[in-house]
C-alpha cells in the first residue's frame, strides 16, 4: 500500500495596502512573488506527475493583482524607479537603510558587487548620515538594481536573458539596465496568479483559501477560547463575541476565491492553523468541506498523547488519517499536519546538501507512513511556502528538483495528493466529538492575546469598532451601500488581520517593529477618515509603548574568561553580549524543543570568545535552560548536541568547527588569513566543552584589526544529525574596540 502525501504549501503576507491611499506600505508581497510565489509554481510546473495543495490567502492575492492590474507601488519600487542621478536627501537615506532588507548569506554575499556594497554599508556600526558619503551615484544605482535584482527567483534567471546578463555584468549598470530588470519584473509578477490557477485547472494544484485578511476565527468569534489551553489568562477589556465580523472575513475568502479562480475552494488553512468549536458552524454555512490544523489539536481533541519520549511518533493511526469533526451543530472533515517532518523542511534541510535532504526527508516519511497499518496513510506536510528558502543556497530549488523528481518517481512508495482527491477515495471513518480551542503554535494563543500589548491592541480595535458600528447605524439601513462606509469596514477586518499580534510583545522581532505598529493604526484611523470623523487621540499612541527586545545585544566589556567549559562566576561573561533564541522567531516558528537556550559573545584583549549554553531535559523529550549534563549524553544519545561551528561572514568565508569531547577538538575550514599551512590545526583557537562551550579565537588568526567587524552564525548538530542555524537569519556582529576602550567601557 502507498502513503499518500499531502504537501501544503501555504502563501501569505500581511496586508500592507492603505485602502485610502491604494500605497502598498512594504513590498514583501512584490517581491516574495517574484521569488516564491512565482518560483515555487513554476517548480511544481516542471514535476507535473507531483500534485500538491496551495493555500493562497485571499489579501495577498488581492495585493499581487493590485501590482498588476491597477499599478500599486511601494516605497521601495518608488526608490529604485527613481534615477540614482536625482536620488537626494531622504530618498537616498531610504535606499542605504532597506536596500540591504534580505538575507545577507544567501541573497547578498552570494553576488561579489552586492556583498562589497554592504560592507560599504557597514550596517549597524554607523549611521547613514556617515555612509551616504561614500556612495557615489554608481554605487547607489547598483543597489537599486541589486535589491531587486537579488529577489529574482533562480528560474527566473534560467528563463530571463536579460536577467542572466545583468547578474554577469554585476556592476556599473545605467539606467537603462534597470529598467530591463524592472520589465521582467513585472512581467514575472504578472505570471504569478495566472500560472496558479492553470495548474489547478489541469489538475495538479488544489487551491485552498484562508479567512480574508488572515484573522484568528477563534478569538473573534469568542476571547475566552484562549482559556481553553490558558486557563485565567488575562483578556482585552470590552472584549465581545464577534461571529458577525468572523464570518465576513470567511464569506469575503470564499466569493473572491471563486472570483478570480472560477471556482469556491472546498478546504481552508485557518489563519495559523487557529480553531474552535465556534468557527466550524461558520465554515459550513460558507460552503468549506474540510479544514487543516495542528497534530497538537488533533491530540488535545482526543485526549490522547500522539508522540513518546524525544518525539516519537506513536500514534500514526490516529495521525495519518482524516476525520470527522462535529460541533454546534456542524460537521466537517479534517487533516493535521506532522509538525516534526514541516518543522524538517521549514528550519533543519536549509544546511543539508539538497538531495542528502531530499532522500532524508522522503525516507521518513514512508517509514513513518508505512508504520500506520490497515486504512492507507495520509502525512499532512503543511509549512509557509516563502519564508524558509531564503535560508537555502539557491532559495532551495536544489532541494525542491530533488525531493519532487524522487516523489514523482513515487519513491519510497510516496504518491502525492491533492487533499480533496484523498478525502473523496478515503472520506474519514472516525469522528472527533469535541474540537479543541488552539493554534499551530503550542496548541495555544498565546502569541497574539498573551502580551498586555496584544491586548492593548484588541482594546483598539474594540473602541474603534464600537464607533464604527454606532455611526452605521446612525446612517440608515441603507448604510452598507455607501463606498465610504464599505470601506470603513474593510480597514477595520484588515486591523483585526493575525499580523500585527504576532509582532508585539517579546515573542518575536522583525527588526521594523514600529512600522508595523504605526500601519496597524493606520488602517484603524483610516476607519475614521472614510467616515469624515476625527480620529480619537489613543490611535497616535503606539501599541508597544515599551522597547521592543531583540534578539542579542551588544557586547559592552572586556571579558576575562577561564576556559574550563564551565560557568565559573557570574562577572565571568558579564560584558558579553547575549543571544536569546526564544526571541529570534522572525516570521516563522518552529515546534519542538531547541537545542541552544542562549549564546554569550565578545572581546577578550586579543580574543574573540563565545560561550553556548545548551537545554537539557527536564522529562523525556522536554527540555530546559541550563548546562549540557552527562545524563543527558546517557539518556538522549541522538538529541545530545555534537558539534557547533561558527561561520564567519566578516571575514568572509572562514569556518570554525568543535567537536564534542571529551577533550572538545577544534578545526579550521577555509583559507584563513592569519594561519600558515591551510586549514589543519586550530593555529590558536581553543574551546572546552562541559557543561557548557566555551570557545576563544584570537584575533589575529582571524585577520582581524581593531576597529573591524567581525560577524558569525551557529550551526549547532545533534547527534542525529539534526542542526540549528543561529541567529534564524543575519549573523551576530560587532565591532573590535580599540585598546583604550576599557577606559571609557566600564560596568557597576
Not at 117 to 135: I, K, P, Y
Not at 139 to 154: E, I, S
Not at 415 to 432: F, G, N, Y
Not at 600 to 611: I, K, Q, S
Request: charged content about 25%.
Amino acid at each position: 500500500m502507498s502513503v499518500a502525501l499531502a504537501l501544503v504549501w501555504h502563501q501569505h503576507q500581511p496586508y500592507y495596502k492603505d485602502i485610502a491611499t491604494g500605497e502598498l506600505a512594504m513590498p514583501w508581497v512584490r517581491l516574495h512573488g517574484v521569488k516564491d510565489y512565482y518560483g515555487m509554481a513554476r517548480l511544481l510546473e516542471q514535476h507535473p506527475g507531483v500534485k500538491a495543495t496551495v493555500n493562497l490567502v485571499p489579501s495577498l492575492v488581492d495585493q499581487l493583482l493590485e501590482y498588476v492590474n491597477a499599478g500599486a507601488s511601494d516605497p521601495y519600487l518608488h526608490r529604485t524607479e527613481i534615477p540614482a542621478a536625482d536620488l537626494k536627501g531622504e530618498d537616498a537615506s531610504f535606499i542605504l537603510d532597506h536596500f540591504f532588507h534580505a538575507q545577507w548569506d544567501r541573497m547578498i554575499r552570494i553576488y561579489p558587487r552586492f556583498g562589497e556594497l554592504l560592507h560599504m554599508r557597514r550596517m549597524g556600526q554607523r549611521g547613514v548620515e556617515s555612509a551616504l558619503g561614500d556612495f557615489a551615484e554608481r554605487d547607489l544605482r547598483d543597489l537599486q538594481v541589486w535589491f531587486n535584482l537579488a529577489w529574482f527567483h533562480p528560474v527566473s534567471f534560467e528563463e530571463s536573458e536579460t536577467l542572466r546578463e545583468l547578474r554577469k555584468k554585476g556592476r556599473d549598470f545605467s539606467e537603462a539596465d534597470k529598467a530591463a530588470m524592472l520589465k521582467v519584473h513585472r512581467e514575472v509578477l504578472a505570471r504569478v496568479v495566472p500560472l496558479h490557477a492553470e495548474l489547478a485547472k489541469r489538475g495538479q494544484l488544489e487551491l485552498t483559501a484562508t479567512p480574508f485578511y488572515h484573522p484568528i476565527l477563534p478569538l473573534l468569534c469568542d476571547m475566552e477560547s484562549a482559556r481553553v489551553a490558558m486557563p485565567g489568562t488575562a483578556l482585552p477589556e470590552g472584549h465581545i463575541k464577534n461571529e458577525v465580523d468572523a464570518e465576513a472575513h470567511v464569506a469575503k475568502a470564499v466569493a473572491f476565491h471563486k472570483r478570480v479562480f472560477g471556482v469556491a475552494p472546498e478546504g481552508m488553512w485557518p489563519a495559523e492553523g487557529s480553531v474552535s468549536p465556534a468557527i466550524l458552524p461558520i465554515l459550513q454555512r460558507q460552503g468549506i468541506r474540510w479544514f487543516a490544523t495542528d497534530e497538537e489539536i488533533l491530540g488535545h481533541s482526543l485526549g490522547e498523547r500522539l508522540r513518546g519520549n524525544f518525539g516519537k511518533l506513536e500514534r500514526p493511526d490516529l495521525l495519518y488519517r482524516p476525520w470527522l469533526v462535529r460541533g454546534n451543530g456542524a460537521e466537517l472533515q479534517a487533516v493535521f499536519r506532522d509538525h516534526e517532518f514541516s518543522d524538517l523542511v521549514g528550519f533543519q534541510y536549509q544546511g543539508w546538501d539538497g538531495r542528502a535532504a531530499a532522500e532524508d526527508f522522503l525516507g521518513r516519511i514512508g517509514r513513518a507512513g508505512h508504520s500506520n497499518g490497515g486504512e492507507r496513510p495520509m502525512v499532512s506536510v503543511i509549512l509557509d511556502g516563502e519564508n524558509c528558502w531564503e535560508h537555502y543556497p539557491e532559495q532551495g530549488i536544489g532541494f525542491l528538483r530533488e525531493f519532487y523528481g524522487r516523489l514523482q518517481d513515487r519513491q519510497h512508495g510516496i504518491e502525492s495528493v491533492r487533499v480533496a482527491d484523498h478525502l473523496k477515495a478515503h472520506p474519514p471513518t472516525r469522528h472527533i466529538e469535541r474540537l479543541y480551542s488552539g493554534s499551530w503554535i503550542n496548541h495555544d494563543f498565546y502569541i497574539w492575546i498573551g502580551h498586555e500589548e496584544d491586548r492593548r491592541a484588541w482594546e483598539y480595535v474594540y473602541r474603534v469598532r464600537e464607533d464604527l458600528e454606532r455611526e452605521t447605524r446612525a446612517r440608515g439601513e441603507d448604510a452598507h451601500k455607501d463606498p465610504h462606509v464599505a470601506k470603513a469596514w474593510e480597514s477595520l477586518y484588515v486591523a483585526e488581520g493575525s499580523d500585527w499580534y504576532w509582532w508585539f510583545g517579546d515573542d518575536h522581532t522583525s527588526g521594523i517593529d514600529d512600522q508595523f505598529d504605526r500601519l496597524f493604526r493606520k488602517h484603524l484611523k483610516n476607519v475614521y477618515g472614510f467616515l469624515n470623523l476625527s480620529a480619537p487621540y489613543f490611535l497616535d499612541e503606539p501599541v508597544a509603548q515599551t522597547r521592543y527586545l531583540q534578539p542579542f545585544t551588544q557586547p559592552k566589556g572586556r571579558l576575562e574568561v577561564s576556559l574550563d567549559g564551565r560557568i565559573t562566576s557570574y562577572f565571568e561573561w558579564i560584558g558579553a553580549g547575549r543571544y536569546r533564541p526564544d526571541r529570534d522567531g522572525g516570521v516563522m516558528t518552529a515546534q519542538g524543543a531547541p537545542l541552544v537556550a542562549q549564546v554569550y559573545f565578545g572581546y577578550a584583549t586579543e580574543h574573540l570568545c563565545v560561550r553556548v549554553d545548551f537545554h537539557e531535559p527536564e522529562a523525556p523529550g522536554q527540555y530546559k535552560a541550563g548546562k549540557s549534563s552527562p545524563k543527558l549524553k546517557a539518556e538522549a544519545p541522538d538529541e545530545r548536541p555534537r558539534r557547533v561551528a561558527l561561520h564567519f561572514a566578516e571575514p568572509k568565508g572562514l569556518k570554525l568547527s568543535v567537536e564534542a569531547g571529551p577533550p572538545a577538538a577544534v578545526r579550521r575550514e577555509g583559507a584563513w588569513p592569519g594561519c600558515e599551512g591551510g586549514a589543519s590545526g586550530p593555529d590558536g583557537a581553543e574551546a572546552a566543552w562541559d557543561e557548557v562551550l566555551e570557545l576563544r579565537v584570537p584575533f589575529q588568526t582571524l585577520g582581524i584589526e581593531r576597529g573591524q567587524p567581525v560577524a558569525f552564525y551557529l550551526e549547532a548538530v545533534r547527534a542525529n544529525g539534526v542542526s540549528e542555524r543561529l541567529p534564524r537569519g543575519g549573523a551576530l556582529h560587532f565591532t573590535v574596540p580599540s585598546r583604550d576602550a576599557d577606559a571609557y567601557d566600564w560596568m557597576v
